[in-house]
């Protein structure tokens, strides 16, 4: 080892770590599959949580389509008492840990079957039982109802909205620091929120709800994205969160968390990212109002997507943490000086409130 050279030292570190990345996705796998034969053994309920997804009507160059979401689980009795509250049948003002929502198991690669419109799909979960996929399906625009289940499971409903091809704005919302006030340091909030905090002790962001809705009242047919670096494991106390506080109704953006064939995290940020691209991408004609905070990333990412996409963005809406929240944040991190420039753009628009926000996207025009 001592007679290599730097540059045949950073290899062997290199190849060492993939290594090291590699085994923890194959042990996680490992650990997931014995979970799964367990729940099976113990006949645990087959469960599918159904979440809002969106699709778009045809057009005379494309085909319409909708995009399903949802995740597929063996239920615990931990998680059955969240689903009774998110549900209605039990005391909603019972406090419920997000800790439950993570006693699930995932249904690995199992078949769910999709009802839509006369239509049926059946579709197949990925490793962490997650549902999400792009269905060629001619709809009308509006909401429409989806039903799913997988083999053992009791049907479940949510909703598709397939956005008008004749709205032009959309919606993009953060989650942390931006719908909700979390005080803490970044590389803690997703976890102190989906594992600790209960749904009561969400502390929702003043005047945002107010934004939200002053939004959706000027733009009634806009689809709202809810775009968060959260599991999808938070899906049911996170809809209730947002019903709970007046919130507009709309998709939830999440992740998978745990190790990648070349990670030991995913990445947040790059999630995000890969969102919005897919968002331009899936509704050329879309210009979105960004929504987000100051703590770190949210300005880089908004602004980076302006740059690339300027025809697709309405406004960039960042909230300023305060004094407190931030110090526990790290601050913006710029990637791209373009990015950074974009903050003298009449598109950028920063307050402490939403109330303040809801005065400059009016003058703006856009409410």
């Known amino acids: ?66 995009r399903i979401l949802g995740r597929a689980l063996y239920k615990t009795a931990a998680f059955e008492k969240l689903l ?83 709205q032009k704005i959309g919606v993009i919302v953060d989650v942390d620091d931006t719908v909700m006030v979390t005080m803490l340091p970044r590389p803690l909030v997703a976890a102190w929120n989906s594992f600790v905090l209960d749904e009561h002790a969400r502390i929702p962001t003043p005047g ?14 806009a689809p709202f994205m809810y775009l968060s670096t959260g599991a999808w494991n938070i899906t049911p106390t996170l809809r209730r969160f947002l019903t709970r506080n007046g919130y507009p109704r709309g998709t939830f953006l999440l992740t998978d968390w745990g190790p990648t064939p070349d990670r030991w995290f995913r990445s947040g940020s790059q999630h995000k990212v890969n969102s919005l691209k897919r968002l331009a991408q899936e509704f050329p004609q879309m210009q979105w109002i960004l929504i987000g905070d100051d703590g770190q990333r949210d300005p880089d990412i908004y602004n980076g997507f302006a740059v690339r996409y300027p025809q697709n963005v309405a406004a960039i809406m960042i909230r300023n ?19 950074q420039k974009m903050t003298n753009s009449p598109l950028w628009m920063e307050a402490n409130d939403g109330h303040t926000l809801s005065r400059l996207l009016r003058e703006r025009g856009l409410l």
């Open 321 to 339: 943490l305060t004094v407190g929240e931030s110090v526990l944040a790290s601050g913006r991190v710029w990637s791209d000086q373009r990015a």
């Open 208 to 221: 945002m709800a107010v934004l939200m809705d002053r939004i959706h009242r000027a733009h009634p047919q």
């Open 1 to 66: 080892m001592e007679n290599l050279g730097p540059q045949e030292l950073r290899s062997v570190v290199t190849e060492v770590a993939g290594e090291a990345v590699n085994l923890g996705y194959r042990m996680g796998d490992a650990v997931h599959r014995w979970r799964e034969q367990r729940a099976v053994a113990h006949g645990r309920e087959p469960i599918v949580v159904p979440s809002e997804g969106y699709g778009r009507v045809a057009t005379d160059t494309e085909s319409g389509w909708v």
């Open 84 to 166: 009774h509250v998110v549900e209605g049948t039990e005391d909603t003002d019972n406090p419920t840990r997000g800790w439950r929502a993570f006693t699930t198991v995932a249904m690995s690669d199992v078949y769910v079957t999709i009802l839509i419109a006369g239509h049926t799909f059946e579709v197949q979960t990925d490793r962490g039982g997650v549902l999400d996929v792009r269905l060629d399906l001619d709809l009308p625009a509006g909401m429409h109802k989806v039903i799913m289940y997988v083999p053992g499971s009791r049907a479940v409903e949510t909703n598709v909205y397939i956005v008008p091809e004749s």
